[in-house]
T-cell receptor, first 112, second 114 residues
Framework: GAGVSQSPRYKVTKRGQDVALRCDPI?????LYWYRQALGQGPEFLTYFNYEAQQDKSGLPNDRFSAERPEGSISTLTIQRTEQRDSAMYRC??????????FGPGTRLLVL | GENVEQHPSTLSVQEGDSAVIKCTYS??????FPWYKQELGKRPQLIID?????GEKKDQRIAVTLNKTAKHFSLHITETQPEDSAVYFC?????????????FGAGTRLAVHP
Protein backbone atom coordinates (compact mmCIF):
# COMPACT_ATOMS: atom_id res chain seq x y z
CA GLY A 1 0.00 0.00 0.00
CA ALA A 2 0.97 3.65 -0.10
CA GLY A 3 3.50 4.86 2.41
CA VAL A 4 3.57 8.07 4.38
CA SER A 5 3.42 11.10 2.12
CA GLN A 6 4.29 14.72 2.80
CA SER A 7 3.77 17.96 0.93
CA PRO A 8 5.26 20.12 -0.23
CA ARG A 9 8.57 18.31 -0.68
CA TYR A 10 10.43 21.61 -0.79
CA LYS A 11 9.44 24.97 0.58
CA VAL A 12 11.37 28.20 0.22
CA THR A 13 9.98 31.13 2.16
CA LYS A 14 11.03 34.51 3.34
CA ARG A 15 11.70 35.26 6.95
CA GLY A 16 8.52 36.31 8.74
CA GLN A 17 6.15 34.30 6.56
CA ASP A 18 3.96 31.46 7.87
CA VAL A 19 4.27 27.97 6.43
CA ALA A 20 2.06 24.89 6.67
CA LEU A 21 3.50 21.44 6.16
CA ARG A 22 1.24 18.50 5.48
CA CYS A 23 1.57 14.83 6.44
CA ASP A 24 -0.61 12.04 5.11
CA PRO A 25 0.00 8.91 7.21
CA ILE A 26 -0.42 5.31 6.18
CA UNK A 27 -4.13 4.49 6.12
CA UNK A 28 -5.30 3.15 9.44
CA UNK A 29 -2.27 4.26 11.40
CA UNK A 30 -3.41 5.67 14.72
CA UNK A 31 -0.18 7.27 15.84
CA LEU A 32 1.52 10.15 14.07
CA TYR A 33 4.80 11.82 14.97
CA TRP A 34 6.54 14.94 13.72
CA TYR A 35 10.32 15.21 13.73
CA ARG A 36 12.81 17.81 12.60
CA GLN A 37 16.11 16.70 11.08
CA ALA A 38 18.94 19.14 10.71
CA LEU A 39 21.62 18.39 8.13
CA GLY A 40 23.97 15.73 9.41
CA GLN A 41 21.89 15.02 12.50
CA GLY A 42 19.34 12.49 13.63
CA PRO A 43 15.63 13.25 13.70
CA GLU A 44 14.53 15.32 16.70
CA PHE A 45 11.07 14.68 18.18
CA LEU A 46 8.58 17.54 17.92
CA THR A 47 5.10 16.24 18.72
CA TYR A 48 2.87 13.16 18.85
CA PHE A 49 -0.79 12.49 17.99
CA ASN A 50 -2.97 9.58 18.99
CA TYR A 51 -5.85 9.84 16.53
CA GLU A 52 -6.80 13.53 16.71
CA ALA A 53 -5.46 14.08 20.22
CA GLN A 54 -2.10 15.82 20.53
CA GLN A 55 -0.71 13.90 23.49
CA ASP A 56 2.83 15.20 23.55
CA LYS A 57 4.08 18.52 22.22
CA SER A 58 7.13 18.73 24.42
CA GLY A 59 9.50 18.91 21.44
CA LEU A 60 7.97 21.96 19.78
CA PRO A 61 10.74 24.60 20.03
CA ASN A 62 8.52 27.59 20.84
CA ASP A 63 5.01 28.92 20.43
CA ARG A 64 5.54 29.74 16.74
CA PHE A 65 5.22 26.01 16.11
CA SER A 66 1.85 24.26 16.24
CA ALA A 67 0.33 21.10 14.86
CA GLU A 68 -3.10 19.64 14.38
CA ARG A 69 -4.75 16.46 13.20
CA PRO A 70 -8.43 17.34 13.32
CA GLU A 71 -9.91 14.13 11.88
CA GLY A 72 -7.30 11.71 13.10
CA SER A 73 -5.69 11.26 9.69
CA ILE A 74 -3.89 14.09 7.86
CA SER A 75 -1.79 16.34 10.05
CA THR A 76 -0.49 19.86 9.52
CA LEU A 77 2.55 21.39 11.15
CA THR A 78 2.43 25.18 11.06
CA ILE A 79 5.33 27.52 11.67
CA GLN A 80 4.42 31.16 12.13
CA ARG A 81 6.74 34.09 11.51
CA THR A 82 9.48 31.82 10.20
CA GLU A 83 13.10 32.48 11.09
CA GLN A 84 16.29 31.33 9.35
CA ARG A 85 17.00 28.89 12.20
CA ASP A 86 13.77 27.05 11.28
CA SER A 87 15.42 25.80 8.08
CA ALA A 88 15.58 22.00 8.25
CA MET A 89 13.97 18.79 6.98
CA TYR A 90 10.62 18.19 8.64
CA ARG A 91 9.52 14.57 8.68
CA CYS A 92 6.45 12.83 9.93
CA UNK A 93 6.15 9.18 10.82
CA UNK A 94 3.16 6.97 11.46
CA UNK A 95 2.66 3.68 13.18
CA UNK A 96 -0.10 1.19 13.80
CA UNK A 97 1.57 -0.48 16.76
CA UNK A 98 3.63 1.14 19.46
CA UNK A 99 6.89 0.37 17.81
CA UNK A 100 7.82 0.50 14.14
CA UNK A 101 7.62 4.03 12.81
CA UNK A 102 7.40 4.57 9.07
CA PHE A 103 8.86 7.86 7.98
CA GLY A 104 7.67 10.12 5.22
CA PRO A 105 9.95 11.66 2.57
CA GLY A 106 10.05 14.94 4.46
CA THR A 107 9.59 18.60 3.60
CA ARG A 108 12.80 20.52 3.20
CA LEU A 109 12.19 24.03 4.47
CA LEU A 110 14.50 26.88 3.60
CA VAL A 111 13.90 30.26 5.21
CA LEU A 112 15.69 33.11 3.47
CA GLY B 1 15.31 13.31 29.58
CA GLU B 2 16.88 10.64 27.42
CA ASN B 3 20.18 11.29 25.67
CA VAL B 4 21.70 8.99 23.05
CA GLU B 5 25.35 9.11 22.06
CA GLN B 6 26.53 7.35 18.89
CA HIS B 7 30.04 6.42 17.76
CA PRO B 8 31.84 6.63 15.44
CA SER B 9 30.50 9.48 13.38
CA THR B 10 32.12 8.06 10.24
CA LEU B 11 33.25 4.54 9.44
CA SER B 12 35.06 3.31 6.37
CA VAL B 13 35.48 -0.41 5.66
CA GLN B 14 36.46 -2.66 2.81
CA GLU B 15 33.81 -4.79 1.18
CA GLY B 16 33.49 -8.06 3.06
CA ASP B 17 34.71 -6.65 6.37
CA SER B 18 32.50 -6.22 9.43
CA ALA B 19 31.24 -2.88 10.72
CA VAL B 20 30.26 -2.07 14.30
CA ILE B 21 28.40 1.03 15.46
CA LYS B 22 27.92 1.72 19.16
CA CYS B 23 25.35 3.75 21.07
CA THR B 24 24.89 4.61 24.72
CA TYR B 25 21.74 5.89 26.38
CA SER B 26 21.11 7.67 29.65
CA UNK B 27 17.56 6.77 30.72
CA UNK B 28 17.40 3.39 32.44
CA UNK B 29 13.65 3.31 31.68
CA UNK B 30 14.34 3.02 27.95
CA UNK B 31 13.26 -0.39 26.68
CA UNK B 32 13.07 -0.16 22.89
CA PHE B 33 16.07 0.37 20.61
CA PRO B 34 15.62 0.59 16.84
CA TRP B 35 18.23 1.15 14.16
CA TYR B 36 17.43 3.13 11.01
CA LYS B 37 19.32 3.26 7.72
CA GLN B 38 19.15 6.46 5.70
CA GLU B 39 20.51 6.46 2.18
CA LEU B 40 21.41 9.75 0.54
CA GLY B 41 18.29 11.79 -0.15
CA LYS B 42 15.98 9.08 1.18
CA ARG B 43 13.85 8.66 4.27
CA PRO B 44 15.08 6.74 7.35
CA GLN B 45 14.07 3.07 7.19
CA LEU B 46 13.98 0.62 10.08
CA ILE B 47 16.46 -2.21 9.64
CA ILE B 48 16.35 -3.93 13.01
CA ASP B 49 15.13 -3.27 16.52
CA UNK B 50 15.49 -4.85 19.95
CA UNK B 51 13.52 -4.70 23.15
CA UNK B 52 15.13 -4.74 26.56
CA UNK B 53 13.97 -8.25 27.41
CA UNK B 54 16.53 -9.76 25.00
CA GLY B 55 20.27 -9.33 24.70
CA GLU B 56 20.79 -10.00 21.02
CA LYS B 57 18.83 -10.17 17.79
CA LYS B 58 19.96 -11.22 14.32
CA ASP B 59 18.58 -10.77 10.86
CA GLN B 60 20.81 -12.23 8.15
CA ARG B 61 23.98 -10.05 8.05
CA ILE B 62 22.72 -7.62 10.70
CA ALA B 63 22.72 -8.10 14.45
CA VAL B 64 22.08 -5.88 17.42
CA THR B 65 23.32 -6.46 20.96
CA LEU B 66 22.08 -4.78 24.11
CA ASN B 67 23.78 -4.41 27.49
CA LYS B 68 21.19 -2.97 29.87
CA THR B 69 23.58 -2.77 32.80
CA ALA B 70 26.04 -0.63 30.89
CA LYS B 71 23.25 1.10 28.96
CA HIS B 72 24.74 0.55 25.56
CA PHE B 73 23.73 -1.23 22.37
CA SER B 74 25.52 -1.95 19.15
CA LEU B 75 24.82 -2.68 15.50
CA HIS B 76 26.94 -5.31 13.78
CA ILE B 77 27.00 -5.70 10.02
CA THR B 78 28.94 -8.67 8.66
CA GLU B 79 30.19 -9.26 5.11
CA THR B 80 29.59 -5.63 4.21
CA GLN B 81 28.57 -4.74 0.68
CA PRO B 82 28.72 -1.40 -1.17
CA GLU B 83 24.94 -1.10 -0.86
CA ASP B 84 25.35 -0.99 2.92
CA SER B 85 26.85 2.49 2.47
CA ALA B 86 24.49 4.94 4.20
CA VAL B 87 23.97 6.87 7.42
CA TYR B 88 22.85 4.70 10.31
CA PHE B 89 20.92 6.09 13.28
CA CYS B 90 20.33 4.42 16.60
CA UNK B 91 17.44 5.46 18.80
CA UNK B 92 15.99 4.75 22.22
CA UNK B 93 12.57 5.12 23.78
CA UNK B 94 10.71 4.02 26.87
CA UNK B 95 7.37 3.20 25.23
CA UNK B 96 5.75 4.88 28.20
CA UNK B 97 2.27 6.30 27.89
CA UNK B 98 1.57 3.90 25.04
CA UNK B 99 3.63 5.74 22.47
CA UNK B 100 7.13 5.68 21.12
CA UNK B 101 9.00 8.95 21.51
CA UNK B 102 12.26 8.10 19.78
CA UNK B 103 15.45 9.88 20.81
CA PHE B 104 18.01 9.51 18.04
CA GLY B 105 21.77 9.47 18.01
CA ALA B 106 23.63 11.82 15.70
CA GLY B 107 24.28 9.13 13.10
CA THR B 108 27.18 7.16 11.64
CA ARG B 109 28.15 7.57 8.02
CA LEU B 110 29.27 4.15 6.79
CA ALA B 111 31.25 3.87 3.57
CA VAL B 112 31.91 0.41 2.14
CA HIS B 113 34.65 0.41 -0.48
CA PRO B 114 34.71 -2.27 -3.20
Amino acid sequence: GAGVSQSPRYKVTKRGQDVALRCDPISGHVSLYWYRQALGQGPEFLTYFNYEAQQDKSGLPNDRFSAERPEGSISTLTIQRTEQRDSAMYRCASTHTEETQYFGPGTRLLVL
Amino acid sequence: GENVEQHPSTLSVQEGDSAVIKCTYSDSASNYFPWYKQELGKRPQLIIDIRSNVGEKKDQRIAVTLNKTAKHFSLHITETQPEDSAVYFCAASSLSGGYNKLIFGAGTRLAVHP
